[in-house]
């Protein structure tokens, strides 16, 4: 059994979002948390970071581990900000990236607006070799050294000049037919090219992604190859600073898939770290809620700029193995996470129509909400949770912004004006509503439309604008119990800090289950775990703190796609197989054909290496009364009318006694709003629970 390392020192972990980076420092010899949070340096999020860590711990030499979730891959491909990239392929195949699938990709399919995002690399930069692999690996035409090089030569010569600047290609993606089954022809192209251009990232796609199904591949290794000088920049200033600090070399980065990676295979591959910042929070309300013994529940992570949401059953996150970003096709296993652009710097506008919108647009963390008074003058969701009462002005957002009531209600009058409403409050009161639907119909994408009932689940929600949201959002989809875990606008930070290192291998596998040997797929999984046994050991790892998990993609023979099934155990037979997908199968979509043939196709391997876990101190007695807790009241307005509404300090909350809704409770990173028809009460764990009667 493997053993789970106890911290000998501090560890940090830090959540880089839209409007604010939030920050968590562990005490190993006390126990005890420090949190806190800071904007978000948006033109250079290292420097937010350091700021963060020096906010909770200025003597950076005390760290053991630094985790931290970044949004750099993220927005680099969400704004098209990615390297020149080139792409160097099989003759013949210069065009896959952009032929795809001739599909379209969601949420467009019934969109007759739709333009299909162009491809990462346009087509003079795509150039053809001559080589070609079988489907098998075995070689057909060798690698051709000579079109090689006239390729690399080709690609030397692409330096552009652009408002007096020249752009050179800083990233080639180098993707031949079939190279899953066999790199070899693609490491021998990435050496000569290495050989020949200085300076320059080479990717290949049996690094990124050694499946199968090309067009996939070749489109993940070309987002790859475009963040990696990107990520590079920035881990590259990060590292510096953490050395001039007297803290280099402990920095890890969280990846879409729930494990940290250190900073090393971040750069080289940027493209597993897209859920980077969502993924910390989806493994901090996990340790959540293995504490409290709650197995289904459903993630709401509320930021400044959007919300993040994740279907957990039977205590296991839901899971891919392709997404669509952008417009773009990423394969890798990943947390499923669905995302909407609703978040408490969502900004309420008017669009042709006279229709009232909330987000995607956001007001950042420059100039933010107008309530901050950084000059922002457009409404947002937390000028109207200000106007509504909800947030008070005396306690400052996150320990350091002041609030104006004054600027949130000059912003939503104004737009009270233009959409002529009878009143701030009742336009306020519709910002939450479409806020509240936005997030509603993200939950329901996870739930409704996969055969879940969502009042089968639990809420968890956290983020610095979730607590506020959590009890609306859950009268719009029927759920009657909610969990505000602590410290919930610094969850995903803490998150960071409880994971594990995790990398992630795949290797294509086609067998169908009539012909499968079971020494053959005990062969094949033995090697896996010596690879991942290998990989672990170059980072410190013993065998005392390795573990491997094995998934499989399976399908009925002459299906298009596969689904994910957990490997029952070792030793693995046929029948425990065909089980195995048979329950996955009918969960997913309701019935089986227990005739069919079925075939595996690709086998997943998470190398997890145990790291040292924060346990926190036992919380202080929590005996007071809610008299001491009780900050006085405020009026807030709940249904159109105004109701007095009692403000609590949630640190002085006593355990286990129930709150009756309209309440408030108010702490440091968020604000939980209790509405009427709820109660709400501090479990011993320091959470919040709030229960609809």
Request: hydrophobic content about 40%; glycine content about 10%.
């Amino acid at each position: 059994m493997a053993a789970t390392p106890q911290p000998r020192a501090h560890i940090v972990g830090i959540d880089v979002g839209g409007t604010f980076t939030d920050v968590v420092l562990f005490d190993a010899s006390t126990g005890t948390l420090s949190v806190a949070k800071v904007p978000s340096t948006t033109a250079n999020q290292a420097v937010g970071v350091m700021a963060a860590i020096h906010s909770v711990q200025p003597d950076l030499t005390l760290l053991e581990r630094i985790a931290h979730g970044t949004t750099v891959s993220t927005n680099t491909l969400l704004e098209h900000a990615g390297a020149r990239v080139a792409l160097i392929t099989t003759k013949g195949f210069r065009d896959t990236i952009e032929i795809g699938r001739t599909r379209r990709m969601l949420p467009s399919l019934y969109d007759p607006t739709f333009v299909r995002p162009p491809p990462l690399v346009p087509r003079p930069l795509r150039f053809e070799v001559a080589e070609r692999l079988a489907a098998d690996g075995g070689v057909i035409v060798p690698l051709d050294a000579a079109d090689l090089d006239a390729a690399i030569e080709a690609i030397k010569a692409q330096d552009d000049v652009q408002d007096g600047v020249q752009d050179g290609v800083a990233a080639i993606a180098i993707c031949f037919l079939h190279a899953h089954a066999n790199p070899n022809h693609e490491c021998l192209a990435a050496a000569r090219v290495q050989r020949a251009v200085s300076g320059i990232k080479v990717t290949t796609s049996a690094e990124v992604v050694p499946e199968f199904r090309e067009y996939e591949r070749f489109s993940t290794t070309v987002i790859n190859a475009s963040l990696m000088p990107v990520m590079g920049r920035y881990i590259s200033a990060l590292d510096a600073a953490l050395t001039e600090a007297g803290c280099g070399r402990r920095l890890f980065t969280m990846s879409s898939s729930g494990g940290t990676m250190d900073s090393e295979l971040a750069c080289r591959l940027p493209v597993r770290t897209i859920l980077s910042g969502p993924a910390g929070g989806v493994a901090g309300s996990l340790r959540v809620a293995n504490a409290i013994g709650l197995q289904n529940f459903i993630t709401c992570d509320m930021g400044g700029t959007s919300t993040d949401v994740c279907l957990v059953e039977g205590g296991q996150p839901d899971t891919v193995t392709e997404v669509a970003f952008a417009g773009y096709p990423i394969k890798g296993h990943q947390i499923s996470i669905n995302t909407v652009g609703a978040g408490g710097g969502s900004l309420a506008y008017l669009e042709a129509g006279n229709i009232l919108r909330v987000g995607p647009r956001s007001a950042g963390a420059q100039p933010g909400p107008a309530c901050y008074g950084y000059g922002g003058v457009e409404p947002t969701v937390t000028d109207a949770n200000v106007v509504l009462g909800r947030i008070g002005t005396t306690r400052r957002l996150g320990g350091h912004i002041a609030i104006h009531r004054e600027h949130a209600v000059r912003a939503i009058g104004a737009l009270a004006e233009r959409v002529g409403s009878s009143g701030i409050g009742h336009l306020a009161e519709g910002i939450i509503k479409i806020a509240v639907a936005r997030m509603a119909s993200a939950i329901r994408e996870i739930t409704i439309e996969k055969g879940h009932n969502p009042s089968d689940f639990a809420l968890m929600a956290f983020g610095g604008a979730g607590p506020m949201h959590a009890a609306a959002l859950s009268e719009e989809l029927g759920i009657r119990q909610v969990v505000i875990p602590l410290h919930p606008g610094n969850l995903s930070a803490l998150g960071l800090i409880a994971s594990d290192q995790r990398y992630d291998l795949v290797r294509t596998f086609l067998r169908t289950l009539s012909t499968l040997e079971a020494s053959e797929i005990e062969t094949v999984l033995d090697t896996a775990e010596r690879e991942a046994a290998v990989l672990l050991a170059a980072r410190g790892f013993t065998s005392d703190n390795i573990r491997c998990e094995h998934t499989l993609d399976m399908r009925y023979v002459r299906q298009a796609f596969e689904i994910t099934v957990a490997l029952p155990g070792r030793p693995v037979s046929r029948e425990q197989l065909r089980a195995c997908f048979l329950a996955t199968y009918e969960r997913h979509y309701g019935h089986v054909d227990t005739a069919s043939e079925i075939e595996i196709v690709n086998l997943r391997t998470s190398a997890v290496g145990l790291t040292a876990k924060p346990i926190m101190a036992s919380l202080d007695d929590a005996n007071g009364s809610l008299s001491e807790a009780c900050l006085g009241s405020t009026d807030m307005i709940v249904g159109g009318s105004s109701v007095k509404t009692a403000l609590y300090d949630r640190e002085k909350l006593p355990c286990d006694e129930s709150i009756s809704g309209p309440c408030i409770i108010e702490e440091l990173g968020a604000t939980t709003v209790v509405l009427p028809g709820w109660t709400c009460q501090r479990d011993s764990c320091g959470n919040l629970r709030l229960k609809m009667l």
